[in-house]
């Protein structure tokens, strides 16, 4: 469904991906973990086209070229067959869960509005928030606005939802709804590539873990070969550590 080869991205001399290469498949949750500063989120923003990748290639809804020929209609292309649920949810303020949701359907998609929002209130209901359509971003909690920011990535039925930290912004006992949500998403068959700290999500809802240090892909496998019997050192000693803090 989805294939990257060598995906290089460097700023101001500085490299932070090192020629990443990563294949997706339809149904697939991929958990990507590592340590901060690793290129795990510049990562999914390259993917997705919200930066500009330096080098490498995709293989994506019927797009197959180099990052750095891509045309703004194949970057069009790309960026409507996936969703982008943010850290710190990116939603408008001056506009309610329901507007927030039907706005992206209206301009980018030109669904008519009352088609949008029935589109809008079926993705609300399915992340649990049908009573909040009419609430405004400052009228919610946190676990809530990042729950219709996956109802927006929702309602554009994306091939792919692309997740960065989604829990990270949020107080504790606000982690568990949108990781619920998450899981549903997953047992319905969503294609989700993940960036987590939440390593029991890793590790029992993921069919394939990823970890990443410097840059690089390090490991990769299945989260019983990653997570009960790593091969490399450098994710033996991340797991020891994270796992020790949790």
């Known amino acids: 469904m ?16 090192k020629g990443i290469s990563l294949d997706v498949n339809k149904g697939d949750v991929i958990s990507i973990i590592g340590p901060s500063g690793s290129g795990k989120t510049t990562l999914l923003r390259n993917i997705t086209t919200l930066e500009r990748a330096d080098g ?12 750095q020929k891509l045309s703004s209609q194949d970057i069009q292309t790309i960026r409507r067959n996936v969703g ?5 949810y990116n939603l408008f303020n001056n506009k309610t869960a329901l507007q927030n949701i039907t706005e992206g359907l209206i ?24 009573d909040r359509q009419n609430h405004y971003p400052s009228q919610l909690s946190g676990g809530q606005q990042q729950r219709v920011g996956i109802a927006r990535a929702v309602a554009l039925n994306p091939q792919v939802i692309f997740f960065d ?18 899981r549903d998403l997953a047992e319905s068959g969503t294609t989700m590539v993940v960036v987590t700290h939440q390593m029991n999500f890793a590790r ?4 394939k873990v990823i970890f990443m240090a410097d840059g690089y892909i390090v490991e990769q496998g299945s989260p019983e070969e990653v997570f009960a019997h790593p091969s490399e050192t450098r994710t033996k000693e991340f797991l020891t550590d994270i796992l020790a803090n949790v």
């Open 84 to 88: 982008f649920v943010f850290q710190n």
């Open 2 to 17: 989805l294939k990257i080869d060598h995906l290089k991205k460097g700023y101001e001399g500085n490299e932070i991906l």
């Open 107 to 130: 301009v980018a998609r030109k669904v008519k509005k009352s088609e949008a929002e029935k589109i809008a209130l079926k993705a609300l209901e399915r992340v649990g928030l049908s």
């Open 204 to 207: 029992h809802v993921s069919n």
């Open 56 to 67: 490498g290639h995709i293989q994506f809804a019927g797009v197959d070229k180099d990052f």
């Open 165 to 182: 930290e989604p829990t990270s912004a949020l107080d504790p006992e606000l982690v568990g709804e949108v990781l619920k949500v998450m």
